[in-house]
T-cell receptor
């Protein structure tokens, strides 16, 4: 069985400071990993994904994530947070062998960026 | 570039009534997914279509739920004899034909409240 854990329910950061949102996963095979962001009463917006290759993945809005196979982690990072980054962030995993591509999501991390 | 659209955006119904939601995927996306998101949780997979074929259904999809994609374009999700536990956000996502894992693009969701 596969699972995704986002250990922090909420992350608070001051504007301009680095932002990190943690994600760990457990799968019995090679994972494909995704980050999505959700603003209030909206659907999910794709930020970035790791499929293969370079462990550092760059995505939308200045976000990046680092795939660490030994630690089974895929933490989301942004060097300098903006107030507008305040939202709910979801990590998701898909097995490489899953032909249908369904995603399994973590419970989400609320990011609050204060001015 | 039109994204995934869902209709209605909000639905309030009384317990025991039937409801139907519609999803219009991004054109040329042959893969379509339905997810359900309850408060404080990440989206959970419900079902998957490739063109008009429904290829996978989650155990979450009880007999009261049915989904169709009759011409391989839009999809409908019907819930019969709604229960209060059905209250959730229902999300639709689509992704393109793929050799590599395609990104799933989400619609804004339909928020269902069962009274």
């Amino acid at each position: 069985a596969q699972s995704v854990a986002q250990p922090e329910d909420q992350v608070n950061v001051a504007e301009g400071n680095p932002l990190t949102v943690k994600c760990t996963y457990s799968v019995s095979g090679n994972p494909y990993l995704f980050w999505y962001v959700q603003y209030p009463n909206r659907g999910l917006q794709f930020l970035l994904k790791y499929i293969t290759g370079d462990n550092l993945v760059k995505g939308s809005y200045g976000f990046e994530a680092e795939f660490n196979k030994s630690q089974t982690s895929f933490h989301l990072k942004k060097p300098s947070a903006l107030v507008s980054d305040s939202a709910l962030y979801f990590c998701a995993v898909r097995l490489a062998t899953d032909s249908w591509g369904k995603l399994q999501f973590g419970a989400g991390t609320q990011v609050v960026v204060t001015p | 570039d039109t994204g995934v659209s869902q209709d209605p955006r909000h639905k309030i119904t009384k317990r025991g009534q039937n409801v139907t939601f519609r999803c219009d995927p991004i054109s040329e996306h042959n893969r379509l997914y339905w997810y359900r998101q309850t408060l404080g949780q990440g989206p959970e997979f419900l079902t998957y279509f490739q063109n008009e074929a429904q290829l996978e259904k989650s155990r979450l999809l009880s007999d009261r739920f049915s989904a169709e994609r009759p011409k391989g374009s839009f999809s409908t999700l019907e819930i019969q004899r709604t229960e209060q536990g059905d209250s959730a956000m229902y999300l639709c996502a689509s992704s393109p034909p793929q050799g590599r894992p395609g990104t799933q693009y989400f619609g804004p969701g339909t928020r269902l409240l069962v009274l």
